[in-house]
C-alpha cells in the first residue's frame, strides 16, 4: 500500500529542477542521450516558464544531435523566445556551412553561456557530412546503368567540390 501511494502522489516541482540539474551535468560528461531523457522529463513535469525556456534551449540541439531532427518554423513560432536561433537551423536546413559558421560566431557568447556552444560546433561536421550525402546522391542519379556497378567509385575532386560549394554559397 505504501508504494502505491507513493507511486500515485503528483510530481513534486523540484523533480523537474532536479531532472534539470542531472541533464546539465550528463550533458557536461557528454552523455547526450541521458542528458537528453532527463532534460525531456524536466520539461514534461512543467516547472515554470523560464526554466521551460531553459531547458528548450539545450533540448534542441541535443534532440538535432540524436536524431537528426530540425525544428519547424512552427515550433519556433510556438516559442517565440526561441526565434533568435533560428537562423543557425534555418542554414542548417539549407547546408550552407559559410552561413552557418557566421551565425555561430554572432551567437558564440548566447551558446557559451547555455554550455551549449560544443555542441553547435559538432553540427559543422554534421552538415558538411550531409552535404556529402546530398552530393553523392547527385552523382548516382547522373550515371548510367553500366556506371552504376562502379558509382562507388567517386573522383575525390568531385566530393571537394561539393564541399566548396557549400562553404563559399552565400
Do not use: W
Not at 30 to 45: I, L, P, T, W
Not at 112 to 140: C, D, G, H, N, P
Request: one cysteine or more; charged letters at 20%; glycine letters at 2%.
Amino acid at each position: 500500500r505504501d508504494t502505491r501511494r507513493i507511486e500515485m502522489s503528483p510530481m513534486l516541482p523540484t523533480q523537474s529542477l532536479f531532472d534539470y540539474f542531472i541533464g546539465l551535468s550528463l550533458l557536461v560528461q557528454s552523455n547526450y542521450e541521458k542528458s537528453f531523457a532527463f532534460f525531456n522529463s524536466a520539461y514534461q513535469n512543467k516547472h515554470s516558464r523560464s526554466l521551460d525556456l531553459k531547458i528548450l534551449f539545450y533540448l534542441l540541439p541535443l534532440n538535432y544531435l540524436i536524431s537528426k531532427k530540425l525544428p519547424t518554423d512552427a515550433f519556433f513560432q510556438k516559442h517565440p523566445d526561441l526565434k533568435v536561433i533560428q537562423p543557425l537551423y534555418t542554414c542548417i536546413k539549407k547546408l550552407s556551412l559559410s552561413d552557418y559558421n557566421k551565425n555561430l560566431e554572432a551567437f558564440k557568447f548566447l551558446l557559451l553561456r547555455f554550455k551549449v556552444y560544443s555542441l553547435y560546433i559538432k553540427f559543422q561536421t554534421m552538415i558538411q557530412l550531409q552535404t556529402l550525402k546530398t552530393a553523392y546522391a547527385i552523382y548516382k542519379d547522373t550515371q548510367t546503368p553500366e556506371q552504376l556497378q562502379k558509382a562507388h567509385i567517386v573522383a575525390f575532386s568531385f566530393f571537394t567540390t561539393s564541399l566548396n560549394l557549400g562553404t563559399s554559397c552565400t
